[in-house]
């Protein structure tokens, strides 16, 4: 049946055929992520010479395309070829260059932008629109496009990344000419950080480095038209300071070191601001604190430095590298305001700074100064120590007065701290009055020297006498009254010239007393003077001041007599003692020592040499007195002039001593005479007492006899008798006994008497030969050899040397009498 229905329209069926046929070649079925690219290769006109991509009724490869979706062609005339979409992804950007269009105008590397192109996806709009072969400005953003591969050559390129640390640096490879004498191109407006070409080349954009940079961020540039080099961000860390440098800009006037400073540049972040405000290349005033910049380094160079950090008892001087001329004549820069300790040099050269060594100076702190417009140098401080003061000498300022030496002293300066207030007040170069008393001191060494000298001491004991160097000259009426010291003159007249009141130049009248005393010593020199006494010796001790004098006596005998002088300074003398001999050292020197040199001298020249020894006391008296005299004059107390020892030649010293030994020797022979005479005393009543047991015997004898005659008498006178007479006549005897015994102890110290008396009669001519005979005596009895009186004294011829010689010759066996004798310096006589 089928059949039979088919064969009945065989007819139809092989009419439609053909007509299916051309419909499935006629139908374009694209993809939802696909494009189209049609050709058309009959009946149509033909394309312009140097046309690479055919418009809709060109015969050739078509400019535009077919989107997903079904589309009719007709089959023999169109040609489709499926591609896929251009995708871009988010980290990317689609640069685009054009095989057709328009021709570029001569100069110009990138093609206009044109539009109604819808991303370059309508490419036959492109070129009815006057697109342009070659490179495109317009890059794609992330996303699909229907991009005709033919028509236009895609290029994927990234996104430029700007992290934070990091900024752009620009470079138009297109655009107009950078004018001449400038190095980088002029800002414009709306190119949207360089991610809208179209906008830089229609706003005038220049060809070249340009002076914007970009900031942090993910930037869609066209690397072709755009060169952007990465750079680190410019940081400042803490204690770190950055010094700039423009390398363009306006010139810097003559004369001038730095460029001037112009506002709104954001610390040299904005380069276009710098520019259009007049700033001029050079090195800036301006400097960076701490922080991070997004600055162009091609437009600014930046040097970094650490800050000025002057540490505690230390200083910092300044020189200025620019600024107006230091005036003629002075040594330092004078002081402006406002330039907050050299931070703000701006301010320092509009107010007037000037070039050279500054006054001011930096005290401990830290510091953010210009180093190519400041140059510091640390110093230490000036410190003075405990006991001790600073001396200080002015190194700028008005002249000193020809006459004066110590500048006048000025208020107001801060113990010269502050330099600038010192030159205002009109303070002198030179050495000042005032000084610098234990503490630190934040002194500029450029401007004040600071010399360390020792304080003014007086102890106990002692008063400073002062010598002023500066104040005013005594009047004439004061010099009337000063200067006279003759005998006789008044009170006034015997004060010492230039001794003068308070305030005057010369010798202070009033004296310090003892304590501490901060003393300039340019301007009053201190004379310590002594108002203890004060001994000066004469002897030939080691650690004395003088040799002990040696004078001469009347006699010619050379005489070394060792003095000892205690003198005294009052202190209300000691101004005058100054003005007349100056100090202690030189009064003694000068003074005591020739006065009592030749006051020694003197006396012994009046006295022979033994009198002067023995009147020693009396010598004595008359030097103290007349140093007492002489010692007035010169304001001096002598409190006494002692003789300590005198020293006699030793020839004659030797002739005195034996001399008074010889007078010793006749005393003793005195004493030696008086001691016999006692001894025979004494031998008369040693007998005396030995008599006694037989005269007590006696009268016990009588008593018995007495009472026997009372018994006896009846019984015998005659025997009574004879017993009286036998009693009568043995006391005769005794008695003769005692009277025989009497006389010869008598006769021995007549005998003793008359050799003393006949020895002394004997000194003279024979002295010595007696004084070695007497010598030998005492030794004999000293030792018990010989008694002082012999038992037998035999007298005869010839003297009473050669009696005792004989004597002792045979009282001392052994003993060479001679010789002694001899030695002695003299032969015994015969």
């Known amino acids: 049946m089928l059949l039979n229905v088919v064969l009945d329209h065989w007819g139809y069926f092989a009419a439609l055929v053909p007509i299916a046929v051309l419909l499935y070649a006629s139908i374009v079925i694209v993809g939802g992520n696909e494009i189209a690219l049609i050709e058309r290769r009959w009946f149509g006109s033909k394309m312009p010479q140097g046309r690479v991509v055919a418009l809709g009724n060109e015969v050739g490869i078509q400019a535009r395309t077919l989107g997903p979706g079904l589309h009719f062609l007709i089959p023999f005339i169109y040609k489709a070829t499926k591609s896929v979409f251009t995708e871009i992804l988010d980290n990317e950007i689609g640069l685009i260059e054009s095989v057709d269009g328009n021709a570029i105008p001569a100069g110009r ?111 869609r540039i066209n690397p072709y038209l755009f060169k952007v080099t990465k750079s680190l961000a410019t940081k400042i860390s803490e204690g770190e300071i950055g010094m700039v440098e423009s390398s363009d800009g306006s010139a810097i006037p003559a004369g001038r070191i730095f460029a001037n400073v112009v506002p709104g540049h954001n610390s040299f972040q904005d380069g276009e601001a710098f520019i259009k405000n007049g700033g001029q290349k050079g090195p800036q005033i301006e400097i960076l604190p701490p922080g991070v910049y997004r600055i162009h380094p091609n437009l600014f160079r930046i040097m970094k430095a650490a800050a000025v950090v002057i540490a505690k008892g230390e200083v910092g001087m300044v020189t200025a590298q620019d600024g107006e001329p230091i005036p003629m004549g002075r040594l330092l820069a004078q002081s402006v305001p406002e330039h907050s300790n050299f931070e703000n040099g701006e301010a320092f050269l509009k107010n007037g700074g000037q070039k050279g060594p500054q006054i001011d100076v930096l005290l401990p702190g830290t510091y953010r100064i210009n180093l190519n417009l400041f140059q510091i140098q640390i110093a230490p401080a000036a410190v003075v120590e405990a006991n001790k003061i600073g001396l200080v000498t002015a190194l700028d300022g008005i002249p000193l007065p020809e006459r004066e030496y110590v500048a006048s002293p000025i208020t107001g300066h801060n113990d010269y701290q502050d330099g600038s207030a010192f030159l205002t007040k009109s303070g002198q170069r030179g050495p000042q009055l005032d000084v610098l008393r234990p503490g630190t001191y934040y002194i500029n060494p450029l401007m004040f020297s600071v010399a360390i000298d020792d304080v003014a001491v007086v102890e106990r004991g002692q008063v400073g006498v002062i010598v002023s160097n500066v104040g005013d000259d005594p009047t004439e009426e004061m010099k009337k009254r000063l200067g006279s010291s ?23 009248e009033e004296v310090a007393g003892p304590g501490r005393y901060y003393l300039n010593r340019r301007a009053f020199m201190c004379y310590i003077i002594d108002t203890t006494n004060i001994t000066i010796d004469w002897d030939d001790q080691e650690d004395t001041r003088f040799d002990q004098l040696t004078v ?20 209300d003398q000691a101004p005058y003692m100054v003005a007349k001999v100056g100090s202690i050292d030189n009064l003694i020197q000068h003074v005591i020592h020739p006065m009592i040199d030749s006051s020694f001298r003197n006396q012994a020249s009046t006295a022979s040499a033994m009198n002067f020894l023995q009147s020693r006391s009396e010598e004595q008296s008359k030097a103290e007195s007349r140093a007492r005299i002489d010692l007035e004059r010169y304001h001096v107390e002598c409190v006494s002039v002692l003789i300590c020892q005198i020293k006699l030649p030793e020839d004659l010293m030797e002739t005195q001593t034996k001399r008074i030994i010889a007078e010793q020797q006749q005393e003793m022979y005195k ?76 006769a021995i110290g007549d005998a003793t008497a008359q050799a003393y008396s006949k020895q002394k009669e004997a000194i003279g001519e024979d002295a010595i030969k007696q004084i070695k005979i007497v010598e030998l005596i005492s030794a004999a009895i000293e030792n018990g050899q010989i008694k002082i009186v012999p038992d037998v004294l035999v007298s005869g011829g010839g003297t009473a040397g050669d009696g005792l010689m004989g004597q002792l010759t045979r009282l001392l066996p052994g003993v060479d009498l001679n010789a002694l004798m001899a030695k002695g310096g003299k032969q015994p006589q015969a």
């Not at 370059?120 to 709009?125: I, L, N, T, W």
């Not at 003759?486 to 202070?508: H, L, N």
């Not at 008798?721 to 008598?746: F, H, M, N, P, V």
């Open 671 to 746: 004493m030696e005479q008086r001691s016999q005479a006692e001894r025979t005393e004494m031998e008369k009543m040693r007998a005396t007492a030995d008599q006694q047991p037989t005269l007590v015997a006696s009268e016990i004898a009588v008593k018995v006899a007495t009472q026997k005659k009372a018994e006896m008498i009846t019984l015998a006178e005659g025997t009574a008798e004879a017993q009286a007479l036998e009693g009568t006549g043995e006391g005769k005897r005794l008695k003769a006994i005692g009277d025989g015994e009497a006389s010869k102890i008598a």
């Open 552 to 571: 001469i006596s009347k006699d010619g005998f050379p005489i070394q007599v060792a003095v000892k002088v205690v003198i005294r300074v009052r202190p």
């Open 109 to 219: 590397i990138f093609a206009e932008v044109v539009t109604g192109h819808n991303s370059f996806q309508d490419g036959e709009a492109f070129i009815k629109n006057g697109g342009q072969k070659g490179p495109q400005i317009e890059v794609l953003p992330p996303g699909k496009y229907r991009i005709n591969p033919y028509l236009f050559k895609l290029t994927k390129g990234t996104v430029t990344e700007i992290k934070d640390t990091e900024i752009g640096i620009v470079e138009s490879v297109d655009g107009a000419a950078i004018p001449e004498g400038k190095i980088f191109a002029r800002a414009v407006e709306g190119h949207a950080s360089f991610q809208n070409g179209e906008a830089f080349i229609k706003n005038g954009g220049q060809k070249g480095p340009q002076i914007e940079i970009i900031p942090p961020g993910n930037y």
């Open 486 to 508: 003759q005998t006789g003159a008044s009170i006034e007249e015997g004060k010492e010239k230039y001794v003068v009141p308070k305030g005057f130049r010369g010798i202070q």
